[in-house]
């Protein structure tokens, strides 16, 4: 039955409701890039978020100094309390460099100096500004548990888009990789390798968790974020106090496997926070023959998903599912150093700091205000002023 519960909670979308949440006592973050500037699918997040209307919405910007002005001049146009905080300035680089917090800049530390700022609030949504099918039920799934008394919750949703199975990166790296470490334990399966696996989705970029709980998670500094939020996730909430949501139909942009940004980088990240996440738990990670255990379980995935996809009348590559999981072998290793960014209650530096350097680095590309737009913290203009045109996408 679709309805059937896993270790963790799981709320099934097996209607169209859209359960009353506490968004008015939460804040959203949603990660941009300069990519995101005026496209259909950032527009619609946003647009739709004003009719969910949370406490505030803070959107960590990665973007070139030319074009964060204009950015944050867009994101004050809608009727949001909207904090844009710019992550690229030099005064921000400076300030963390000099409490000991410089090093790789990616999506991971762009959300943790969000998620420093959304702690006055007491609920945290943080989700993607890429999709295509965004709906105001999204928010109040996520935070729906949130408001009976659970801590973290995560959303899944199917990756079937184009006619073919998508979410590459999940089916065929990590839940192979979670199954491979899994056989390999002696006796009983781990608590966390059963905690990693109960969830349908678990490379999903949409959480929501009280205040009190992501004060104390650990950051990934890059593509590791989600699978390392699960894992700081299992310490603090564990099975009772976490949940998972259906968020119904969902698309999103897609990634090659290869180049600079594509899946077979981002494996190596998901790989090293996974395993790390592992081995935080207790677990003695036996290296020893891991790539061949994995390539063993995802030839069986990649089996069961030709199976399915011909099942749905969907087209199928097994071919290219199985050069995939070949690369995606290469990623397997012990862990590098840990370079997490530190719980937000443990952190050298503070929130309303990371506030102050990111406004004035804001203010300066930004002419001290010349263009009477909008400021750091997404007040209204005070004046008719107009800000330059924004740059094109690339």
């Known amino acids: 039955m679709e309805y059937v519960q896993e270790r963790v909670t799981t709320l099934h979308a097996l209607t169209d409701h859209r359960p009353d949440a506490p968004t008015d006592r939460a804040a959203v973050v949603v990660p941009m890039t300069e ?19 949370p406490a505030r919405v803070i959107v960590p910007l990665r973007a070139a100094a030319d074009r964060a002005g204009p950015f944050a001049e867009w994101l004050g146009e809608f009727d949001l309390d909207v904090e844009t905080l710019w992550c690229d300035g030099p005064r921000l680089a400076s300030l963390l460099e000099a409490r000991g917090l410089d090093g790789e800049r990616g999506k991971g530390r762009d959300v943790w100096l969000a998620l420093g700022r959304a702690l006055n609030e007491e609920f945290v949504v943080v989700h993607d500004a890429d999709t295509k099918t965004y709906s105001p039920a999204f928010v109040n799934r996520l935070l729906f548990p949130l408001g009976q008394g659970y801590r973290f919750s995560k959303g899944y949703y199917a990756r079937v888009e184009d006619g073919s199975l998508y979410g590459r990166l999940f089916r ?16 009983r399966t781990p608590d966390v390798l059963e905690y990693l696996s109960a969830f349908r989705y678990a490379l999903a970029g949409e959480f929501a968790a009280t205040s009190d709980l992501v004060s104390r998670l650990r950051v990934q500094r890059g593509w590791g974020l989600e699978v390392g939020t699960l894992g700081e996730a299992f310490g603090h909430a564990g099975f009772a106090d976490s949940a998972q949501v259906d968020l ?18 981002m494996s190596r990240a998901v790989g090293e926070a996974t395993l790390r996440a592992v081995e935080d738990a207790g677990v003695d990670v036996d290296y020893d023959g891991l790539a061949e255990r994995y390539r063993d379980a995802a ?12 099942f749905n009348g969907l087209s199928y590559d097994a071919a ?9 072998a290469e990623a397997l290793g012990e862990p590098g150093p840990d370079t997490r960014l530190p719980a937000w209650e443990d952190a050298p530096v503070d929130p309303d700091e990371v506030r102050e350097a990111a406004r004035e680095d804001l203010d300066a590309v930004r002419g001290d205000g010349a263009t009477g737009g909008i400021d750091a913290v997404g007040a209204r203009p005070t004046d008719d002023g107009q800000a330059e045109p924004a740059p094109g996408e690339d």
């Not at 065929?172 to 006796?187: K, M, S």
């Not at 119904?248 to 980088?265: F, K, Q």
């Not at 069986?300 to 399915?308: E, K, S």
């Not at 290219?320 to 995606?328: G, N």
Request: hydrophobic fraction near 35%; charged fraction near 30%.
């Open 320 to 328: 290219d599912e199985r050069s995939q999981v070949a690369t995606y």
């Open 172 to 187: 065929l790296f990590f839940r192979p990789l979670v199954r491979a470490l899994g056989d390999a334990a002696p006796g």
């Open 35 to 53: 990519r995101e500037y005026g496209t259909l699918a950032a527009e619609r997040v946003l647009s739709t978020l004003e009719t969910v209307d």
């Open 248 to 265: 119904g139909r969902y698309e999103h942009d897609h990634r090659s496997v290869d180049g600079p940004t594509g899946l077979a980088d």
């Open 299 to 310: 030839e069986t995935l990649v089996d069961g998903y030709a199976t399915d996809a011909a």
